[in-house]
């Protein structure tokens, strides 16, 4: 029984780790500068599990890219480039097209679709915070889910400059 | 919108649940937010020399992130006076590092983050550090004034209703160009002199006025380029840690004031950075980068301290503990509030306290401007 | 030369103390070095979104630096089976983050990492992460596999001989290039078939041969995008774990053989990163990124160990550890050793031991890669 | 005396401390990348004093900025982008005009007249060692001493990819 728990909560441990890496590591496929460790050394030194983090945790928490709405979120988040969740900066355009995600929100426990545009135009923000997170996403033979791709690519002005996360369905689980 | 029902339809198609609409759920719409949040800014430039300059906007009150504007290589930017514009130069290299090159003016409208035109001037535009004294404004805001370097020295005169360069000024082994009255700007140059020209709406322009005498020795204690700008006056740093009031006295640049800042001060103090000196002129004080240790080659260093400076009694107020910027701004509200930045990236808020001597605390900071931040201003 | 004798006339006049020949000194003069050190070489593609993306090249021995080419936006690498020409796909808009895009094939001289030739291709071009799939060489190297997306998929086809582009095949719902005999390439597709096409040299293509059932299942367990070659067939690796062999039989994309290499390996562990195996065909030894605790969305995940694996044995000789790699490349010598780079910047080369089950270890490492270090490849 | 010393040995570590903060810092006027301050750590647990070090320093050591050679380099050194001491790397041009330091060579203590030219029509390495000195350097009022600015812009093409430093004179001290 307690070996049981041990190994629980060493795999836990990991969980925790694993998804601090991802979400706060500081080279990603659309990472574009050098980063400091600032969000992983603040989950790693939290004692608190990670579905209560993600649970509880908001848009603009320490960790913001724990949030449910960005569980495909691959990209500079908006809303710390001077937009929000569901809108892009001054002065940036919103792609004409997208990918989705399924992310499953802790509140309702319900999956929904989460659109993914990209906003155009414009380099990205340097301090913006940078998401690497991929639940769902394939590779581009499921385009719609695919997110290593600059989705820039059918507007006007093809500069990538952030991302936002738009809940457009509920989908059924 | 043919594209966006392409893609949404194979998304959802492709997508491994299905949607299924709910009679409680209301989907989000993307949208554009059209204004930045209102309230004064800040504006950091970072430069880049292989791909787009960035500038960051921020909130002046609590450094909140507004969004930014892309550029060429090699940025500046000056801002308009009611900090409504902001005008950059920049160059498009045709494959970025190399390759023909267009000189681009582009003119942002502040609030909404958009364009509003660019033009191209001429490819004499200096690739060099952002510097207020490499692109201003002259009468009023009716012309620019571009820094060129061939390597030799002119000045592009830039209308700005006509959205053309009307004029190139010649101004051997001298550098910068700072508005003065009417369509005059003064500059600087290597023989110690500073020199006054001027020019027409048509782009005639004559000779230029010499000061009588070398004002500065650019040798033994050279004048930092980026000067504060005092009623119709300049404040300019010295290397070596002199404050030199340079006016134009009967259509001649002239030395009207010089006093050390340093002097019977231990540690070799000196003045260090880009933008070292920022002035707010309801207080009548500077703020002034400063460094220990000086010596011949620190003249670039990031500031250790910076130090408050009561230019009419010549005497430092106070010195305040600095985070190694290379560039400084002044807000003008009633209470000084400066922004800095430098090495390490971080833009710092200093808070200034008039009841104490202009002492300057930091109070708030934005991480991560870039990798080479080189200059601040703001509209506050 | 006019300018060089300006500026050097100016600078000897402007320095401070003047310069005095001595009968001992011989000046030096620069120059440019005209070739790169002699030597197999590791290209490592920084890939950019904003500015110019940097393909650095460093020696196979020891990661010494040789030197940088410099391309545009969201950079493509291929490099020929000498190693003596690397061809490059990348995107130059006329405001680097706006404006008109011309997609732009540079063809560049490793030796002397100087450009033969460039020519603009379709627009269509794919702006996605470097990626061996997306950019290839068929019939040889007579033609260029360009991806496309607009998102709708498409293979560009490139005459090298002729230097444009000859014609777009439509490949919906799928995706990469794998050059087959002659003038084929398979591609993945989205309902869990590999296709396979052919063209003429004129331009001209056929229908697809779609293999006779799903080879893959894109929802339970997805192939990456990037294989390994092994002779004429391709072995993928799934995010959970297997490895699939695909290879034309009769004409028809085949799955010749399919074998886990975590069945029964506790702790979780997957494949992950983009270029995710790479293949040393002398000793038939493959060479895996993975991970441990993995999940779904864990399939980018830097790599904590690199497993080897025999593929005839369908067994994994050893696990050696890793440094969250992304990508890893091997050299084609008598004794494996790959280079891989990944979040850290880092690039690392390791030596295999064959006596020791090939394991890997660390025999050299190259830091500062730069901001996306996004591929690796090899002429070794 | 004793106090003399005292003052004497602090003003010296200063010394050191300053030259690493200049020649090693993470931002610098041409510096486009953040970097690890690992030459500055290097410095700093130094106990040799500045002038030893000038003097054995060699150009490959582990603070290449501080040989003597590079006194008013601000700019990456060709010498670790592909290139040499006086070489540009291949595929690069030397710039057609160039800024002038003046150093002294610690060997002979005599002063040197240091050509920097850029090399150009690439973009940097982003390895490179980056240094920042600047003694003798003056704004672009003495354009020839002048290192703020991209000296390939005399160039057809304008790209900074890195600097070397070519003694052409002996200097009148």
Not at chain 1, 77 to 88: H, I
Not at chain 2, 175 to 189: D, I, N, S, V
């Given at each position: ?122 380099a ?50 | ?47 880049n020399w292989s791909g787009a300059s ?18 060429g290589r ?22 970025i590092t ?283």
């Amino acid at each position: 029984m307690t070996e049981l728990i041990d190994r629980l909560l060493k795999r836990l441990d990991r969980t925790v780790e694993t998804r601090a890496r991802r979400s706060a590591r500081t080279h990603g496929r659309r990472s574009f500068m050098a980063r400091a460790g600032a969000a992983l050394v603040g989950v790693a030194i939290s004692p608190v599990l990670p579905f209560d983090r993600r649970a509880r945790a908001q848009e603009a928490g320490e960790d913001a890219c724990e949030y449910w709405k960005h569980c495909a979120l691959d990209g500079n988040l908006c809303s710390t480039s001077g937009g929000s969740l569901t809108s892009c900066p001054p002065g940036s355009e919103a792609s004409a097209v997208s990918w989705v995600g399924t992310c499953r929100n802790p509140e309702d426990d319900k999956d929904y679709l989460v659109s993914y545009n990209d906003c155009c135009g414009k380099a990205g923000v340097s301090s913006a915070t940078f998401c690497y997170t991929s639940q769902g996403e394939r590779p581009g033979y499921r385009m719609g889910l695919y997110n290593d791709i600059n989705w820039c690519m059918a507007n006007a002005n093809t500069g990538y400059h952030c991302t936002v996360s738009v809940v457009v369905g509920l989908a059924d689980a | 919108m043919r594209l966006q029902a392409f893609i949404g339809a194979a998304s959802l198609a492709l997508a491994a649940p299905a949607m299924a609409q709910d009679a409680e759920f209301v989907p989000e719409t993307v949208s554009v937010q059209e204004r930045i949040a209102p309230g004064a800014n800040v504006f950091v430039m970072d430069q880049n020399w292989s791909g787009a300059s960035k500038i960051n906007v921020l909130g002046a009150d609590d450094l909140s992130m507004k969004g930014n504007l892309s550029v060429g290589r090699e940025g500046q930017m000056l801002l308009s006076a009611d900090g409504a514009t902001l005008y950059t130069t920049s160059g498009y290299a045709r494959r970025i590092t190399y390759g023909e090159m267009e000189a681009v003016v582009h003119e942002f409208d502040v609030a909404t983050l958009t364009h509003r035109r660019e033009f191209t001037i001429s490819n004499k535009r200096a690739m060099v550090e952002s510097q207020p004294a490499l692109l201003g404004f002259a009468d009023g805001e009716r012309f620019l004034l571009v820094q060129n370097a061939t390597p030799a020295t002119s000045i592009a005169v830039v209308d700005l209703a006509r959205g053309e360069q009307i004029a190139e000024i010649p101004t051997p082994g001298c550098w910068g160009a700072l508005a003065t009255q009417g369509r005059g700007f003064l500059t600087l140059c290597g023989d110690g002199t500073v020199q006054a020209f001027a020019f027409e709406p048509d782009g005639s322009f004559g000779e230029p006025v010499r000061s009588a005498a070398p004002i500065f020795d650019p040798d033994a204690d050279a004048l930092f380029t980026n000067p504060a700008r005092v009623g119709a006056d300049f404040v300019f740093a010295s290397f070596g840690g002199n404050l030199l009031r340079v006016a134009m006295v009967d259509g001649v640049p002239t030395l009207v004031d010089s006093f050390s800042i340093t002097e019977g001060v231990e540690g070799d103090w000196a003045p260090g950075g880009s933008e070292v000196i920022a002035y707010h002129a309801p207080s009548g004080t500077a703020f002034v980068l400063m460094h220990s240790g000086a010596e011949e080659g620190s003249h670039k260093d990031g500031a250790e301290e910076i130090w408050a400076v009561d230019l009419d009694a010549k005497a430092v107020l106070y010195r305040s503990p600095a985070h190694h910027e290379n560039s400084i701004a002044a807000g003008q509200g009633e209470t000084p509030v400066l922004f800095a930045v430098g090495e390490s990236s971080t833009l710092t808020r200093y808070e200034v306290d008039p009841e104490a001597r202009f002492a300057a605390k930091p109070a708030g900071e934005a991480e991560k401007m870039g990798g080479f931040p080189a200059l601040v201003l703001t509209s506050q």
